[in-house]
Structures are given as C-alpha cells and as structure tokens.
C-alpha cells in the first residue's frame, strides 16, 4: 500500500505562474511532512517542511497548504522560475526525531522560460 | 550542513557478484538510512540505523545487508547482486530531533 501518492506526476508552467503540486497520505499519525526537491543529477534537499499544529507553511515563494482532515497537502510555488525546475518529492513521517521518512513518487516540474 | 560521502559514486558489478557500497558522514549524526532511487518509484528505504551496532530492515530490504561499524559509517551490502538491483542509491544521515535528512551524492550501481 502505497503511503504517500503525488500528483501530477509531471507539471509544466509558465516562468512567472503559480505551480502546484499535490500530495496525500494514508496513515492519519503521521505528523511531519516535509517537501525534498532534487535538481538533475544532484541529490535530494530539504526544501519546507510543515507540522499539523499549521495549515500553512510559508518560506518566500514556497507554500505548504495542509488538510488533516483530508490527509492532503499541497506545495504552490508563486511566480515560478525555470531555476525551480526540478523533481519535488513529499515526504511524511512521525515528529519522533528519528527521521525515517516515507517518500511519494515525485512530481517533475519544468518551468519554461 | 552535514557532509555525506559516498563510495564509490559508480560501479559495474556481475550478476551473482559481491558488491558494497560505504557511506561516511562527519557530522555525528545518530541516524544513517540507505534509499534506493528508481523511475517511477521515488526513493524507497532499505535499511536504516539508529546508532553504531544497530540496523533495521525499512520497506525494501530483500536481498540487502546492513552494516553499521561506528558512528560515521554505514554499508550497504549486495551479498549476490541481481539485475533488478540496478539503481542509484543514496546514503543519509539525520541527527535525532531534528527530523532533516542529509543525502550524499549518490552511487549509480549497474549489475550485468
């Protein structure tokens, strides 16, 4: 059983649009979600993270969007870049310490000039 | 920022063959993980460790060993590499209480 699901799996915008990628999850403890990104042939980063005690998480142009209720979450990206493009993986995992994350698929982004 | 190496960062191994892959880390992290990244699959975990002398199996850990000889080091082994084991695989690391995991740059593993 899939954890973590991602959609879409590939996402093409406009320089200058707003992207947004979704994610969903099936185990309702989980309370950390943290979003990787991961450029070609580099490996993945923390990008933002969020914690259930929120709803929104903002860090300049990214934003996480949470619904506990749902089990849903999303990453917009205002006013994207073409330096933005690159592989977006949503994570989650309990807030224990021990950072043993369950990763979705990914979601490749191309923001075209 | 933790630094996470990885050794080596390419490798062509026969099927049937021994094949180990080191990861070194110098920040003292407690906690070590080997993912495995696959198109179409994201990153899967395969084992992991949460100190020294201890490893636990994660969601993919058939025909793979762990091995956790101190802090800074974590292998993973392919005791007969098969092709399906085709893959990149990444080593992180992440200090308890933080929850960030640190990926080094990766092995690309080819097994003929």
């Known amino acids: 059983q899939q954890q973590v699901r991602q959609s879409p799996q590939s996402l093409t915008v406009w320089e200058g649009e707003t992207a947004i990628l979704n994610c969903s999850y099936e185990d309702s403890t989980f309370d950390y979600f943290p979003w990787y990104w991961q450029f070609p042939r580099e490996s993945p980063a923390l990008l933002i993270a969020?914690?259930?005690?929120?709803n929104k998480k903002e860090d300049g142009r990214f934003t996480i969007f949470f619904n506990k209720r749902e089990k849903k979450l999303s990453l917009h990206i205002t006013d994207s870049q073409p330096g933005d493009s690159a592989t977006y993986f949503c994570?989650?995992?309990?807030?224990?310490?021990?950072?043993?994350?369950?990763f979705g698929k990914g979601t490749v982004l191309l923001v075209s000039p | 920022e933790a630094a996470v190496t990885q050794s080596p960062r390419n490798k062509v191994a026969v099927t049937g063959g021994k094949v180990t892959l080191s990861c070194n880390q110098t920040?003292?992290?407690?906690?070590m993980y080997w993912y495995r990244q696959d198109t179409g699959h994201g990153l899967r975990l395969i084992h992991y460790s949460y100190g020294a002398g201890s490893t636990e199996k994660g969601d993919i850990p058939d025909g793979y060993k762990a091995s956790r000889p101190s802090q800074e080091n974590f292998s993973l082994i392919l005791e007969l590499a098969t092709p399906s084991q085709t893959s990149v695989y990444f080593c992180?690391?992440?200090?308890?209480?933080?929850?960030?995991?640190?990926f080094g740059a990766g092995t690309r593993l080819s097994v003929l």
């Open positions: 969020i914690r259930p005690v929120s």
């Open positions: 994570a989650a995992s309990w807030d224990s310490g021990y950072n043993k994350l369950t």
């Open positions: 992180a690391s992440g200090d308890r209480g933080e929850n960030t995991l640190y």
């Open positions: 920040n003292n992290h407690n906690n």
